[in-house]
Each structure stands twice: as structure tokens, then as C-alpha cells.
């Protein structure tokens, strides 16, 4: 079989998802080939028409991640949680959607970082579908509070309303030990909600882009003295479980981070 791969989304030209998709296939032996197909919110017809068609799976980037849902057949549990899929796979009649952004985020802070999550008080910035999958699995790997900070209150409340441990605000003595930022360059984190009095030297704060590598939010807590890291790690980290979904076979992350860095 040779394996027709793509990533969608808008804008896509900067997505480094085929060089990892291309390494993976290498890697395993399997022949194929990975491309950017520009695809944008309002066109999920489209969306279908390319995984029912062209391609065999795709990797879901922004702004399709809820969109993509609506492709579907079959959901995983994570996915149908959170109404985010960041993978397709079409298989015989079906398409699968599933999201590995909440787990390949989680693997990629404890690999970066020999961070445990239990107990830990996070914030999310943001309420996309890369927040979701992330607030998500942070729940599942029992950190002790997460505060949903975003500009779509809408969004924020139906998140916030599924996890009992998951607020709408900070309290201001609590100290974070994990700020995450998922709104895009172009986009307005609410950083100004975050008092420099509850980060320290040991808050870990992770902006899950990647282009252009130190983003103003990023360099903004990197001179507060956080510890910080962009989104590559996650990246290959999400595409490892994307693709041994897909492949049915283990990938060395090792291998794949070499691709990216």
C-alpha cells in the first residue's frame, strides 16, 4: 500500500506535518507521500470530499479542528469529549476522528520537562479545539485545577461546564506551575490576567506554536524567569500518536524530533 497522507487547514504553508509524516513512513519501511492542502472553516464539503477520496488520513490543524467532527463516522472517546479532531483515517466505508494534541502535549511536557501533572494548577489561553483536547487530558492525568482563559466565553463555559476541577478565573494567590498558550501569533492571549506573583522560576510555560519560534507571548515569560518551550516538542509528540494510530505501529520520538529541531 502506498499511503496518501496530507495536513489541512488555513494558513498551511508554514505546517512542518509532511517532513514528520514522510520521516514516519521511512522509518516503518511503508511507502508514501504527505502534502498541504489549503483548506478553509467553511469548507467542510470539501474536508470530506478529499478524506473520502484522496487521501487515506490527514492530520487537522487550525481553524478545522471542530469542523472536522463533522466528517466523521466513527469518533473517539477523547474527540467525542471535546468536539476536536486533529486526526483522520478512512478506513474501507468509514472515516475516524481522533484527537492526539491533549496527549501529545501532556508526553511532551513530562519528556521536556520530568514534570508530573498530579495536583498541579494549570491555565489554558484559549478555547480552540487544541485547548480543548489539551484541558481534556490534563484532566485525565489529575492536575489539581485549571483556570480557561479566553475571549469566547461561549467556548470557555461549554468547556468549563464538562470537568468540575476546570474554573473561568484565577485566584490570585494561587501559585501556577503550568501556563499553556494555545492562541495563535495573530490572535490576543490574555496574558495580562497573569500577575507576575504567581509565576516563578519553576512555572513552566509552553506556547503550542511553533512559527515563529519565540512568539512576544513567549519571550514575555521567558523574562519573568519562567522555564518555556515552544510548540515543536508537541508537535512531534502528537504527530507519534497520530501516526502509530494510523500505522498500527510504534514510532521512537527521538527520531522524529530530529526531523523538526
Known sequence: MKWRLGVVGSPISHSLSPQLHEAGLRILGLEGTSERVEVARDETDRLRNLIEGDFDALSVTMPLKHVASAVCGNLHPSAARTGSVNSLLRKGDVTYGRSTDGDGFVNSVMHDFDFSLASKNVAVLGSGGAASAIVDALVRHNVGSIALLARNEGAVRGV??????????????????????????????????????????????????????????????????????????????????????????????????GVIE
Open 160 to 257: 468549563v461546564e464538562k470537568y468540575p476541577n476546570v474554573l473561568t478565573e484565577i485566584d490570585a494567590t494561587t501559585h501556577l506551575d503550568l501556563v499553556v498558550n494555545t492562541v495563535p501569533v495573530s490572535g490576543e492571549a490574555k496574558s495580562g490576567l497573569l500577575s507576575p506573583e504567581i509565576l516563578d522560576e519553576t512555572t513552566i510555560c509552553v506556547d503550542i506554536g511553533y512559527e515563529p519560534r519565540t512568539t512576544p507571548w513567549l519571550h514575555g515569560m521567558r523574562a519573568l524567569g519562567c522555564r518555556s518551550a515552544n510548540g515543536l516538542s508537541m508537535l512531534a509528540h502528537q504527530a507519534q500518536l497520530q501516526m502509530q494510530w494510523w500505522f498500527n505501529e510504534s514510532l521512537p520520538i527521538e527520531d522524529l524530533l
